[in-house]
């Protein structure tokens, strides 16, 4: 098992490579993980003046469109890679988004004060953590009382086949070993109750799940194939392993596969995510401390 530091290096490595193409392919990426960014924003309830972090916020969302929901507020951009950052800080000036600031930082170790803000989101990040418990302490430490978290995982791949057609189509020409459990993965979270159970632990309160449906749509199986191989990190790393003409076989079978998806002139492929919420209490207030004692 690698260590924590060991993990964050290579995921830090493993997205630095990425954020070109996640750049590449922002407007396909912005549909598709849209119905997931307002599902948390919509949990969260934010103020014109709301001050928020966003974790593993990668190229921006949703903290981008929290900033713009915020005017009079302020929302940090953290992540491990520069790289994406980068892209975010990009993105936000080409939206004329200025509110915002960036941090280099893994999600387990936040440098921070205790209850700097009044939401934290993380769409999409806690898998990729080498310890989501100590992340979710983390969260919890950061937000003011009464404050809300709200995050979103993958549920399991056979209800994502936007990913699975790619895997499955790997599969025929490249062993791909199963993730470990233990380790990072975009369905590491998949399990019913398990990030809730961490927040739990973390003693965040009115904790609750529930499924966001999403749609990833390309113009043709020719660009569905070209996007999910050069920006899913699963699809990325397996196809490392195989040579060219492996390749050119595996992007036929993906090809005839996600053809069975074209509806008016389109490729839609169908994926659940799952979001997470929790609030943190507020402590007693000094009256209904005073008045509870005998
Ligand atoms: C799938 S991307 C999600 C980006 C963005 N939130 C979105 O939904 O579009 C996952 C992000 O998690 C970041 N990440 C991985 N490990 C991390 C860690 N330990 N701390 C903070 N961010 C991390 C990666 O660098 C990457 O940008």
């Not at 929901?69 to 302020?74: E, F, I, Q, Y």
């Not at 919890?140 to 809300?148: Q, S």
């Not at 609750?208 to 920006?231: K, N």
């Amino acid at each position: 098992m690698p260590s924590a530091d060991e993990i964050r290096d290579a995921q830090r490595a493993t997205w630095a490579r990425l954020s070109a193409s996640w750049e590449k392919w922002d407007a396909v990426i912005t549909e598709q993980l849209g119905p997931v960014g307002t599902a948390i924003i919509e949990s969260l309830d934010i103020a014109e003046d709301q001050q928020h972090l966003d974790i593993a916020a990668g190229t921006g969302e949703p903290g981008l469109t929290i900033a713009r929901l915020s005017p009079k507020g302020r929302v940090v951009l953290t992540d491990l890679a520069a790289e994406m950052l980068d892209v975010a800080t990009r993105r936000a000036r080409a939206q004329g988004v200025d509110n915002i600031d960036t941090k280099v930082c893994s999600a387990d170790d936040l440098p921070f004060e205790d209850a700097t803000f009044d939401s934290v989101s993380v769409r999409f990040g806690y898998m990729f953590f080498p310890d989501m418990g100590k992340a979710t302490a983390e969260f919890a430490r950061v937000l003011k009382p009464g404050g809300r978290l709200c995050s979103s995982v993958w549920v399991k791949p056979e209800e994502n086949p936007w990913t699975t057609i790619a895997m499955q189509a790997i599969a025929t020409e490249a062993v791909v070993a199963p993730p470990d459990p233990d380790g990072p993965s975009m369905y590491r979270c998949a399990a019913p109750g398990q990030v809730g159970a961490l927040y739990e632990g973390a003693g965040l309160h009115d904790v609750a799940e529930w499924d966001v449906d999403v749609e990833l749509v390309t113009r043709s199986p020719e660009q569905y194939w070209e996007m999910i191989s050069e920006h899913v990190s699963l699809a990325v790393a397996a196809l490392q392993q195989v040579d060219d003409l492996a390749r050119q076989q595996i992007r036929a079978n993906a090809i005839t596969k996600v053809s069975a998806f074209e509806k008016d002139g389109k490729v839609r492929v169908p994926g659940v995510a799952r979001c997470i919420v929790g609030t943190k209490l507020s402590p007693p207030s000094a009256h209904s401390a005073r008045s509870a004692q005998p």
